[in-house]
């Protein structure tokens, strides 16, 4: 895990490995700027000033949205898992206990 930067708090959302969704490369972003994209069994870290930030995938309507409020030197897990409706796909996000989510992704990095 990169080291905080002073001042600053982090989100770190993964998405398992799943044979369904898996060929769906999905952007995430952060107030409106594109974070790398969540590739299946794979993991991102956002680096975010202290306070509420808007998280989502779907770029034009961002139904998928979710604020996620960080204070300085807080590390907060997301699982991220692909859904769809008939018009796009999307990640619905999870927030997940910290001592879970190093364990999900520790496994992950086994792979």
């Known amino acids: 895990m990169p080291k905080l930067e002073p001042g600053q708090g982090m989100a770190i ?4 490995h799943q044979f369904g969704g898996s060929m769906w ?4 972003y ?3 700027r594109q974070i790398e994209p969540l590739h299946d069994g794979k993991f991102v870290y956002i680096s975010m000033t202290p306070g509420d930030h808007l998280v989502y995938s779907d770029k034009r309507h961002k139904d998928d949205a979710r604020i996620v409020r960080v204070e300085p030197g807080e590390v907060r ?6 859904t769809s409706n008939t ?3 999307t990640l619905d996000l999870l927030e ?6 190093k364990q ?3 496994e992950m990095l086994k792979r």
């Open 13 to 16: 959302v993964y998405r398992l």
């Open 25 to 28: 490369n999905m952007n995430l």
């Open 30 to 32: 952060c107030d409106d």
């Open 77 to 82: 897990f997301f699982e991220a898992t692909p």
């Open 87 to 89: 018009m796009s796909m």
């Open 96 to 101: 997940i206990d910290e001592l879970v989510a």
């Open 104 to 106: 999900k992704i520790a």
